[in-house]
């Protein structure tokens, strides 16, 4: 897993300014072969910076790249024959209808004639354009648009994909396709990078998630250990009233909150071991139990405990006080 | 290791971009349109008067045959800022982000606007051409002459195209890249292509006498009049050549300059 070699996308102290404003400072990544990275990061932290030094469209001040095995700058060309890219703003020819834009493609990319019309073929049936096909692409809506912009980068087969907010601004149904796609890309072989504001989105795909918070990476790992790095797993138990509370407290032997309400928090690992030993000891002091909550963390509360802040920076510091 | 793409590259961005000129024929149309438009005001609106100004009682007939060449000139630079619009709308949207991450020859997208321009360029020069032979102008020029006046027409072109795709690329906006290019049309009023420049105001005159248009149009009238071309030939081809030299560097650093969205 260390070896440096296999990882489809390593970097080294990566940083970039634009003028005085710092968008990277000093970033270390590194992707492995085949696996789903998401590097999450609220607006303006610096990923679409970072996709576009990957994808060789921005040269970084600093640092050492390497994606699919090649320099980004001094073999720029081998990088770009090795991945593909969907940015954040749709890519795709408005006045040319779908089929054309995966025949321009598949030109691009050289290929045979017979051998890119088959490939058109199939992408347009695997991204549910073919009835579309012969539409010019304006008239396309969201999902359609953000669909074929994911069949043109795929054209070339390529080895690691860039995917830039990729369900930004979709419907929810669109959202769940682009879902479905990157998580067969994935299970093909496919190294997919992408990067998001979602939390849901990075916890649901990616082997690993950074966050990237100002230019630096905040965290690493993979989203069970991100979530078991921060405390505030508990269950929560509501009882008929606060005389079974205090029997119920007592049986589990943790001290009566001062609060009036019928109900317990009890602090847990979020093991199913620890949740059933509750159970069973309410169960045996005879107290009935009205409601049960488990509350686990999410990368919500990851990223609240990692940068103070909440995914979205216009958030208020009294989210985090509500939080705390 | 993209050069080896150079050609298969160009022609299929050749090939995109006459697909738009296809699918957009209020930009394409326009530059078709607009010289056959003119023609059709000067000579009949203006050119009773103008004629006998070029030659005494020459009137209508004589004017056709002053204005064509001068016409020809306008349509060059009419098809010319076309490219400017195209490659700004290119530049301002995501799909050249898509094109500078893929393994193709990268100068390919600025070789299929050229090329597509130049399409439509001689499309123009040929309705123009039509137009003007239809309502009376007559060229002494047999097709040796008709070739080298054509010639000097496609450098003007080239020259024109590329300084196009440069304020295409300059510009911020579509909007920017059209207007621009305006100035153009209005050098081509400030020149020989359609009045004398002897019936000019003398610092007018030494303007329109030394600007690049003025010896192209000389060029061309002189080529199909059948008559001398002088030294406005050299200046002709030397103006042609400098200025797509000029635009060209000026292009391509802007090119790869130019950040991407």
Known sequence: ?????????????????????????????????GSVFALLGPNGAGKTTMVRILATLLEADHGAIRVAGHDVVREADAVRAAIGVTGQFSAIDDLLTG???????ADLHHLPRTRGRERVDQLLERFELADAADRMAMTYSGGMRRRLDLAMTLIGAP???????PTTGLDPRSRRTVWEIVESLAGEGTTVFLTTQYLEEADRLADRVAILDRG???????AQELKQRIPGGRIDVQFADTEAKLVAADALGIPVPERDAPSLQIATDGNVATLRRVLRDLDEAGVDVVDLAIHTPDLDDVFFELTGRGPDAAESRTDEEIYR | MSTAYALRDSTTMLRRDLRHLQRYPGLSMFPILMPVVLLLLFVYVFGGTLGDGIKVGGGRGAYINFLTPGMLLFTVVGAAQITAISVAKDMTEGIIARFKTMRIWRPAVLAGHVFSSLILTLISLAVTIAVALLIGYHPAAGPLRWLAAVGILVLLALALIWLSVALGLLAKSVETASNTPMVLTLLVFLGSSFVPVASMPAGLRWFAENQPFTPVTNTVRSLLADQHVGS?????????LAITAASYLWARYLYNRRPVQ
């Open chain 1, 99 to 105: 089929r054309e834009n995966l025949g321009l493609m």
């Open chain 2, 232 to 240: 406005a030939g050299v200046k002709a081809i030397g103006w042609c």
């Open chain 1, 1 to 33: 897993m260390t070896d440096p070699s296999s990882m489809a996308i390593a970097a080294v102290d990566v940083r970039k300014s634009f003028g005085d404003n710092v968008v990277l400072d000093g970033l270390d990544l590194a992707v492995e072969q």
């Open chain 1, 159 to 165: 080895q690691v994909i860039f995917l830039d907010e």
């Open chain 1, 216 to 222: 630096r990476l905040v965290a690493q790992g993979s």
